[in-house]
Every structure is written in structure tokens, then in C-alpha cells.
């Protein structure tokens, strides 16, 4: 039983701060730099999911990640969500290293 109560409190110090922000965030309106700057988050973790993926790849292929970077960036510019330019991406590369 203590475990279950470790787990629900563990759950709740993590949950509060995610939820205060959002929570407060409707009440209030930001600048619109902020709005735009807000805006480049999901491009910013989008970076940091696909580079490492592009650099990491097996080095006698490199030709496989340097495609699904492509892939990854021709996705973003059409405004794709994240899930499906990380989807297209990883489809691309599984496409080139299946035919290399």
C-alpha cells in the first residue's frame, strides 16, 4: 500500500507544476513576441528528436540519415505535426536502407 501512495504523490509533485502553467495561461494573454517565440518550441524538439538520428547512423551508410533529414525538413516546411514529420522521417530512412 505505501508504494501506491509513493507512486500517487510522486504523481501529483509532478503533475502540479506541468498543469499550474497551463492552467494560468488562459487567463492571461501574452506579448506577441512571446507568442511567437512559444511558437518555435515544436521545431526546437522536432531538431532535437531528428539530429541526433542523422549523426547517429551507421557510417557506412550515411546517405540513410542525411534522407530522412531531408525527409524530416520537407515535412516541417508543409506544417506536418511533429508525430508525422518524425514518422516520415524515420519511413524515409527505413526506405533508402532497405534499398542500399
Same mark, same amino acid.
Given at each position: 500500500?505505501?508504494?501506491y #501512495?509513493?507512486i500517487?504523490?510522486?504523481m501529483?509533485?509532478? /503533475? &502540479?507544476p506541468?498543469?499550474?502553467p +497551463?492552467?494560468q495561461?488562459?487567463?492571461?494573454? #501574452? ?8 511558437s /518555435? &518550441?515544436p521545431?526546437?524538439a522536432l +531538431?532535437a528528436?531528428?539530429?541526433p538520428g542523422v549523426l547517429?547512423?551507421d557510417?557506412s551508410t ?8 531531408i525527409?524530416a ?7 506536418f505535426?511533429v508525430i508525422?514529420?518524425?514518422a ?6 527505413m526506405?533508402v536502407?532497405?534499398?542500399?
Amino acid at each position: 500500500m505505501n508504494i501506491y #501512495l509513493l507512486i500517487f504523490f510522486m504523481m501529483l509533485v509532478t /503533475y &502540479i507544476p506541468r498543469a499550474f502553467p +497551463a492552467l494560468q495561461s488562459k487567463k492571461r494573454k #501574452l506579448s506577441p513576441y512571446w507568442e511567437r517565440f512559444l511558437s /518555435y &518550441i515544436p521545431y526546437t524538439a522536432l +531538431a532535437a528528436l531528428i539530429f541526433p538520428g542523422v549523426l547517429g547512423i551507421d557510417p557506412s551508410t550515411p546517405i540513410v540519415g542525411l534522407m530522412g533529414g531531408i525527409a524530416a525538413i520537407a515535412a516541417s516546411l508543409f506544417d506536418f505535426p511533429v508525430i508525422l514529420v518524425v514518422a516520415l522521417a524515420v519511413i524515409a530512412e527505413m526506405i533508402v536502407y532497405i534499398f542500399i
